[in-house]
């Protein structure tokens, strides 16, 4: 079965980096679009960054110039590199395969003022 396990999260100043990682099997990972999700409490789940299967990329305009989505498809791995993180980026992140009902379990990100 499908299986998406991200890692990487935790707590973090403001102005700090992490990079997410989010390693998928049970497909073949280069045929699909990839995507970080988050959510917030009290909010909806959003799209922060996509990328096609071919490396094409999109951003959310909040995150755009700070947040860098890349992927490995010899390992199966796509990726979130955060920087100047803010307090409002405070949500749990959620790995998932675009246009499917494949997701990860989440892993929390917490920004400290």
């Known amino acids: 079965q499908v299986q998406l396990v991200e890692s990487g999260g935790g707590l973090v100043q403001s102005g700090g980096s992490l990079r997410l990682s989010c390693t998928a099997s049970g497909i073949i990972f280069s045929n699909y679009p990839m995507g970080w999700y988050r959510q917030a409490p009290g909010k909806q789940r959003e799209l922060v960054a996509g990328?096609?299967?071919?490396?094409?990329?999109n951003y959310a305009d909040s995150v755009k110039g700070r947040f860098t989505i890349s992927r490995d498809n010899a390992k199966n791995v796509v990726y979130l590199q955060m920087t100047s993180l803010k307090p409002e980026d405070t949500a749990v992140y959620y790995c998932?395969?675009?246009?499917?009902?494949?997701w990860g379990q989440g892993t929390q990100v917490t920004v400290s003022s």
């Open positions: 998932a395969v675009i246009g499917n009902s494949y």
């Open positions: 990328i096609t299967h071919i490396g094409s990329t």
